[in-house]
């Protein structure tokens, strides 16, 4: 049976996304591998996308 988290590009993209969502820096990326290291930094963008849009201050919407 495939176990999804034994899938090192899954799991750098994983890890990538994690730190975006934590503020991180893309530049600290862990991966000398270059494959490994674009998974980790789509990761990231996604995460840092979503840390971007949850810190961004709720506007009120016309009803």
């Known amino acids: 049976m495939f176990d999804p988290t034994s899938d090192p590009f899954e799991k750098a993209y994983n890890r990538g996304c994690m730190w975006g969502m934590a503020g991180g820096r893309v530049d600290q990326c862990p991966y000398q591998d270059e494959a ?8 990231w963008d996604a995460g840092a996308a979503a840390w971007h849009h949850h810190r961004e201050p709720a506007t009120s919407r016309s009803v």
Do not use: A, F, T
């Not at 490994?36 to 990761?43: K, R």
């Open 36 to 43: 490994l290291e674009e998974w980790w930094v789509q990761g």
